[in-house]
């Protein structure tokens, strides 16, 4: 029987991070992954045409990630490229751009909606960035406890805006409509919920205030060159440099447990392999209830996993090859790496949202779209490009759609799409193709581990309260996937703060850092060169 010390379910980029902190510390790491390739959800597949790189999942990827500082990716051949404008909203009369880097523009950008907006903005980075990041890199601290180190007053204020719901920070704080559309459909864009944002969803969203604070710097987006599945090839070939060894293909079938003690995980072809520590990054109700097994569990954990809400919301993407960027009659847009099209004031979210309710397709679709290969043209042949766009829809439908019955609702997209654009007419489009839970390719995997931030499932009571600190009820198993705080978005949370609970059970010292750089401000009024 093989052995190892860390077992890591799942090469998704919070098992690789994981695997990475975990090989960094000296401790011999196996990660399997029953996929044939490493990175999860950071897939670029050819979906449309030969040579056209979709990325099908993670696109935009914030550049500020403290994993991006504790290893170095350059020697193992990951480049990245940061586009000029992150955001393009445009609007029946006029637009707002955010641009990446340059937080005096966005503060001129904003106050032209509302000065008030803008210098609540740098108000809350001010007062609160380092705070939140400081908690997003940590394990989550009991309610009520949070904002350790801030004045007593602005304690107090930061547990109360983290004790609201996102959309209820957004109506407090801001006055500005257009203000308050931008942050809803980012929070939409990030997390893939449309609910987090509808204001008729609010009592269902408890304690997720602290997303505002997220918004309030510039995580500085960028992409990944060749195509996102690019950055999980090269922590794969650190890990080979670490002593880390992954096993593609190679599907973990059990969780072994013996008297509530992790022993090791099987494999589907039958081998064992014995783990002082095993740490899933797959989805967290199939780890408990079908890795590890409900004999194993206290009934009552058995039942509060039965009892997490999955997410209402699908997404029905489209995917194009093309034969020339769109030119967007908003000529900002034409350089931006993110458009939200089709959301015109606040009540767009909550018609949204009543139809996800109601099972329907939108009657007026809007989304988010964008063309990475103006940054990446390696990822396409000569003079082509591809285009992708997320439209959120009912679950249902989503599950429920077949390629019989994809084309219509691609048809409306599309049609909708050309109200924005001079020249995506069927000339330009070589090839297409819709992606939806219907022909999802990771079964397994959801934007946020198949766990939303909805009924209270958020900070120390994600997954479950029990399992908020990355242990389980089963001694020895952890949980490092995106179902854990902090969530989904490749930034590396689970992983890193998940890699220190292991290190300190195992009696080894973290290595990195626990100060954090702190990111950009996302707007700041000062002149550059001045405080
Ligand atoms: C459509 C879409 C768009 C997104 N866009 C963005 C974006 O632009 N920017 C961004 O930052 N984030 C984005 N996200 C979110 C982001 O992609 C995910 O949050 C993140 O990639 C999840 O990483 P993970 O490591 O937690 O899990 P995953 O990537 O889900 O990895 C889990 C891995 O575990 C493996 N696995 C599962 N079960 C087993 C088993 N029994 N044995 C072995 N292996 C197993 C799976 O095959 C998979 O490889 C998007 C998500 C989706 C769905």
Redesign the pocket.
């Known amino acids: 029987m093989a052995r190892c010390d860390v077992a890591v379910?799942?090469?998704?980029?919070?098992?690789?991070g994981l695997a990475a902190y975990c090989a960094r510390l000296g401790l011999d790491v196996v990660v399997?992954?029953?996929?044939s390739k490493?990175?999860?959800?950071?897939s670029t597949e050819d979906v449309t045409l030969p040579g056209f790189r979709h990325?099908?999942?993670?696109?935009?990827?914030?550049s500020y990630a403290p994993f991006y500082r504790d290893f170095d990716l350059r020697p193992f051949g990951v480049r990245f490229v940061r586009p000029p404008v992150e955001y393009v909203m445009p609007l029946p009369d006029r637009h707002l751009t955010i641009r990446c880097g340059d937080p005096q523009a966005n503060y001129r950008a904003v106050a032209r909606f509302s000065r008030h907006d803008a210098d609540m903005i740098q108000d809350l980075y001010r007062r609160f960035h380092r705070t939140w990041l400081t908690e997003y890199y940590s394990p989550p601290l009991p309610a009520g406890q949070r904002g350790q180190g801030l004045s007593t007053q602005d304690q107090r204020e930061y547990n109360r805006l983290c004790a609201m719901s996102f959309r209820a920070t957004v109506d407090e704080l801001f006055q500005s409509e257009e203000v308050r559309l931008l942050f809803c459909l980012r929070a939409m864009?990030?997390t893939?919920d449309v609910g987090l944002a509808a204001r008729a969803a609010t009592a269902d969203y408890p304690g997720t205030g602290d997303f505002l604070f997220r918004l309030a710097f510039d995580e500085e987006y960028h992409i990944v060159l060749g195509g996102t599945n690019e950055l999980g090839q090269g922590i794969a070939r650190l890990l080979g440099k670490l002593g880390a060894k992954i096993l593609t293909g190679?599907?973990?079938?059990r969780i072994v447990v013996r008297d509530g003690q992790v022993q090791g995980v099987r494999l589907a072809d039958g081998e064992t392999l014995a783990a002082r520590a095993v740490v899933s990054?797959?989805?967290f109700t199939?780890t408990m209830l079908d890795?590890v097994g409900e004999e194993h569990l206290d009934r009552g954990f058995v039942e509060r996993v039965k009892g997490l809400r999955p997410s209402r919301v699908g997404?029905f993407?489209l995917h194009l090859a093309v034969s020339a960027p769109p030119r967007y009659r908003v000529p900002e847009a034409r350089e931006a790496l993110c458009l939200f099209l089709g959301y015109e004031a606040l009540h767009d979210i909550e018609t949204r949202w009543s139809e996800i309710l109601a099972g329907t397709f939108p009657a007026k679709p809007s989304f988010h779209c964008g063309c990475t290969s103006i940054y990446d043209p390696d990822s396409v042949p000569d003079g082509g490009h591809t285009l992708y766009l997320?439209q959120f829809v009912p679950a249902a439908i989503s599950r429920e759609t077949t390629e019989a019955t994809a084309g219509a609702y691609l048809e409306r997209i599309l049609a909708r799409w050309r109200e924005y654009t001079t020249d995506l007419g069927d000339a330009q489009i070589l090839g297409r193709h819709g992606?939806y839970l219907g022909n999802w390719k990771?079964k397994?995997?959801?934007?946020?581990?198949g766990v939303p931030l909805s009924h209270g499932q958020y900070y120390d009571r994600r997954p479950l309260p029990e399992c908020a600190d990355y242990r389980t009820p089963v001694r020895g198993l952890y949980l490092?996937?995106?179902a854990s705080h902090p969530?989904?978005?490749?930034?590396f949370g689970?992983?890193r703060n998940a890699a220190g609970v292991i290190a300190n059970d195992l009696g080894l010292k973290p290595w990195w850092s626990e100060d954090l750089v702190p990111g950009t401000p996302l707007v700041s009024r000062a002149e550059p060169g001045r405080a």
């Open positions: 379910i799942g090469s998704g980029h919070n098992g690789l399997v992954e029953a996929g490493v990175g999860g959800l950071l990325n099908l999942h993670a696109v935009t990827l914030g864009e990030i893939g190679s599907r973990v079938e990054g797959a989805n199939n890795l997404k993407d997320w992606y990771m397994q995997a959801h934007p946020y581990g490092c996937g995106s969530g989904g978005s490749v930034r689970p992983a």
